[in-house]
Every structure is written in C-alpha cells, then in structure tokens.
C-alpha cells in the first residue's frame, strides 16, 4: 500500500513538473508579447483583410511599415478597385491619407493609430489584451489565442476580436473581429512578418510615397471619355425616406443633394472629384479621424463623413445618426444606383 501510494505521489509530482515546464501561461505569454514590441525597433509585414459588414465581401491587401516609435506607412489595395489604393501615413508632421489616382494627400488632427483598435497593426493587437483584465485566453496546437474587447471610438458595432499569435515567434497570424452576436465581420490574416528592418528617410515622406503610388496607380483622367454621373443611394436608411433630391450646377460639373427624413434625418452630397494638379505638394487639411469603410478610408468629424470612391466625392451629414450609423450608410453608398 505504501509502496502505490509512493508511486501515485511520484506521478503526481512528474505531471507538475511536465506542466510547469511545458505551456505558458496567460501571464508569460501577455509578458513575452510586451518584451516583444518594446525591443523591436520596426517591422513590416504584409495582410490580407476581409470585410463583410455591408451586402458585399470586400478584400483588400495591406502592406504595413513601422518604425518606432511614430512612423507608419499603411498601403490599402482594395481587390476590386485599383485606383482605390490608399496610404495611412503618420511621420514627425501629422497623419495623412494619401489618394494617388486624386493626386490628394489630406492631413488630419489625429491621434491615429494610438486613439482606436487597429486589426492590422502588431502593437495595437497587444494593446488591446493588456488593457482587456476580462480577456480570455486558449492554447492551441500552434498558435496562442486571445479574445478580447475592441477599442474601435468611430465603430461601437464591432465589440470583440479573436487574436492569433504564433506560438514559436510571438508574430501575430490571424485577427478576427466579431459583432454583438459573435459573427465574424473583419478578418486580417497576416503573411510575412519582418522584425527590425532598415528604414530609408523618404520611407515615410508623404510626397515620395505619393510619387512611387502613382507609379502604380495613375492620377484619373476626369475629362474626355468619362464616366456619365450616377446618383448612388444608401440601401440602408435607417428608417428615413428620401424627400428631396437637388441638383446644383457646379462650374465643372454637378452637385447632387438628397435630403432624407424620418427615424434618423440626413443629408447626402454627391459630385465629382476634383483631381489635384500634377505639381500640388500641399496636403488638404482636415478635422477628424481616418476610418476605415468598406471599401475606401474616409474622414469621420462629430456629425459628418466624408470619403472618395470611383472618381466621385461624397458628404453625409446628419445629428440624429450614430457614428456607427453614419458608417452603415456610407457603405451602403456603392454599387448600382437604386432609390
């Protein structure tokens, strides 16, 4: 008897041992991450990122640049829109956004990316679990998981996230952003991931960035065989209905205004987007944070949204909408033009 009760005591021992020395803990791993972004002197990493919070999917490719502690370089390709691609940028000067096929780089008053979640970007990822006391956390064969709350200030609709790190490198390979019932809306599935990497000066100079894109992108050509205007009409009103559809006569164009009221009033304005001359180097000042739509980063600021898409230039304006709201109706602002 003394003899099994020797070897069940020296199992016992042998299991804790084995555990101690095998799994990390939520703690370890939480610390190995923060060691992680505090040595790091930069990274780049490539994602691809894929939207269904409107009536279509929407992909996109992403090429992030960072070197710490302020320098971002966020390129944007969307799938189906080449001339779409966009750049986040924040040096020593501000946060711009950078249109190449408008030839437009706007600066805006912001906090970005430090005042929001951020899907796509590493630091963010673990920010948003060391800040989270009720995260939750999972062992998996490969990867550790977190599932935490989301700090999204323009987006309330998108409250919890799904988070993957490898669990050799601690490199982030999956973000999955849910809604209020748990349906996976955003996801980032991160490919290379490069620690360390030299950075040139004019990595992060809004006017080399803007000249290397259009390499890519070329600036739109607004004359000759364009495009007849459309109207495009939200498919989502929250419970508004159009009242009023003005047309105003622009010098080199039109404006359109529709007025919608009902539960939740608006107004939104549509019209060409002006393309700036080849030799502009002044970027557009703007009031607000960039916010990331389906299919464009836009410009949200207290009642009003702002955004370009497919040569057109669009305002909503309402204060009786939620930013949530706002955000629901501009990306349902795409597509055929229905009433």
């Known amino acids: 008897?003394?003899?099994?009760?020797?070897?069940?005591?020296?199992?016992?021992?042998?299991?804790?041992?084995?555990?101690?020395?095998?799994?990390?803990?939520?703690?370890?791993?939480?610390?190995?991450?923060?060691?992680?972004?505090?040595?790091?002197?930069?990274?780049?990493?490539?994602?691809?990122?894929?939207?269904?919070?409107?009536?279509?999917?929407?992909?996109?490719?992403?090429?992030?640049?960072?070197?710490?502690?302020?320098?971002?370089?966020?390129?944007?390709?969307?799938?189906?829109?080449?001339?779409?691609?966009?750049?986040?940028?924040?040096?020593?000067?501000?946060?711009?956004?950078?249109?190449?096929?408008?030839?437009?780089?706007?600066?805006?008053?912001?906090?970005?990316?430090?005042?929001?979640?951020?899907?796509?970007?590493?630091?963010?990822?673990?920010?948003?679990?060391?800040?989270?006391?009720?995260?939750?956390?999972?062992?998996?064969?490969?990867?550790?998981?977190?599932?935490?709350?989301?700090?999204?200030?323009?987006?309330?609709?998108?409250?919890?996230?799904?988070?993957?790190?490898?669990?050799?490198?601690?490199?982030?390979?999956?973000?999955?952003?849910?809604?209020?019932?748990?349906q996976a809306l955003v996801q980032v599935q991160f490919g290379g991931f490069s620690q360390d990497p030299s950075f040139k000066d004019e990595d992060f100079d809004v006017q080399k960035n803007m000249a290397s894109a259009q390499t890519e992108v070329p600036v739109m050509n607004m004359e000759g065989e364009e495009q007849p205007f459309m109207v495009l009409y939200p498919n989502e009103n929250m419970g508004a209905e159009l009242v009023e559809e003005q047309e105003v006569d622009l010098e080199d164009g039109k404006r359109v205004i529709l007025t919608f009221e009902g539960e939740k009033n608006f107004t939104l304005v549509e019209e060409k987007a002006e393309v700036q001359t080849t030799n502009a180097t002044t970027a557009v000042p703007v009031m607000g944070d960039p916010v990331q739509l389906e299919f464009t980063v836009g410009n949200m600021n207290n009642n009003t949204l702002e955004w370009n898409h497919q040569g057109m230039k669009f305002y909503l304006a309402s204060d009786d909408l939620t930013k949530e709201e706002m955000i629901a109706v501009a990306n349902s602002v795409s597509g055929t033009a229905i009433k």
């Open 1 to 182: 008897m003394k003899k099994r009760s020797a070897m069940i005591v020296f199992a016992s021992l042998i299991f804790i041992l084995l555990t101690a020395c095998g799994e990390q803990s939520k703690e370890d791993v939480v610390q190995k991450l923060e060691e992680q972004v505090e040595k790091m002197s930069g990274y780049k990493t490539d994602a691809s990122m894929t939207m269904n919070t409107g009536k279509e999917e929407q992909k996109y490719h992403i090429e992030v640049w960072h070197k710490k502690k302020d320098y971002y370089r966020v390129k944007l390709k969307h799938d189906q829109d080449e001339q779409g691609s966009q750049i986040i940028l924040r040096n020593k000067e501000g946060v711009y956004v950078l249109t190449p096929a408008l030839n437009k780089s706007f600066k805006f008053q912001s906090e970005w990316p430090d005042n929001s979640s951020q899907p796509y970007l590493y630091e963010s990822l673990v920010q948003d679990i060391t800040k989270d006391s009720d995260s939750t956390f999972e062992v998996m064969d490969d990867y550790y998981k977190f599932t935490t709350k989301t700090n999204y200030q323009n987006n309330k609709s998108l409250p919890y996230q799904d988070i993957y790190f490898d669990k050799k490198s601690y490199q982030p390979v999956l973000v999955k952003v849910y809604d209020q019932d748990m």
